[in-house]
Each structure stands twice: as C-alpha cells, then as structure tokens.
C-alpha cells in the first residue's frame, strides 16, 4: 500500500469519526439540505453561536470538527462539543431542513434570528451572494 493510499484511508476514518460525534449529539444531523447552529453557554452565562448552511449536513458539521481555519473551527477545537463532562463545549442544532435553492435566504434568516440572543461567531451576514457554492461530497462534488 503506498503512502498516498494510507493517508487516503486515515483521512476516512477521521471523517468518520467526526460523522459520528455529530451523530451523538444531534441523531438528526443526516446528508439532507439545511441550516444548523453550533452553540454553547460559556462559564459566565453568556451564550456564543455560529449559524450555517450545508448541502449534505452531517458532512458540513463533521468537517467543522477537523478544520483549522475559521473562527467556528477554531473555538470548537478550544471549547471541544458538549457532554455531560463539558457542559461548555458546543452542542449541534438542525434549525431547519430545506431545498437548496432556499439555502441563502434561510441562513441569513436565522442569523438574524439569533443575532443579539447569541454572541455570533458568523464573520458575514450569510448567503453567498445569491448561489450556494457545491460542496465536495465522497471526493464528488454534487
């Protein structure tokens, strides 16, 4: 086996795993279109959210969880996802199913929504001028 397919089947099984601390803490979280919030409650009371959009969900949250990045991967990698051993990490919410052509829309909906409730991790307002962007999907893009 070379190099090349070792790293292949490594990278694999770290998605994998990831898929399954989303499934943990959100069974919901499936390869369907929609909107999702990671979310915490730090130690001092104060409530922190990031709010996106996925065309394959389980994918977006997992890749969260391996990303070095954006300023949500980055704090999820400091504070880890929620248990019962860190009530301070970050829990998953699915905010909402929905086609992709509403994507956009939905998400600058709900970031709208959870401005001013939550301290927001979103650098933009959400919608990617317009057109979702494909993601890649099982080495595809869909």
């Known amino acids: 086996m070379t190099d090349k397919q ?13 898929r399954e601390q989303i499934r943990a803490i959100n069974p919901y979280a499936d390869y369907k279109s929609g909107i999702y919030m990671f979310h915490r409650i730090d130690e001092n009371g104060n409530l922190h959210a990031y709010v996106g959009k996925a065309i394959h969900l389980i994918e977006r949250l997992a890749q969260h969880l391996s990303g070095y990045d954006s300023h949500i991967d980055k704090s999820i990698r400091k ?5 019962i051993d860190n009530p301070h990490g970050y829990d998953v919410k699915i905010l909402c199913f929905c086609e992709l052509s509403e994507l956009d829309e939905k998400e600058r909906e709900y970031i709208k929504k959870a401005n001013g409730i939550y301290a927001l991790k979103n650098i933009e307002s959400g919608g990617t001028t317009g ?12």
């Open 79 to 83: 504070y880890g996802l929620w248990s």
């Open 131 to 142: 057109n979702t962007k494909k993601q890649k999907f099982g080495g595809k893009t869909k």
């Open 6 to 18: 070792k790293n292949y089947i490594h990278a694999m099984k770290i998605a994998e795993h990831n």
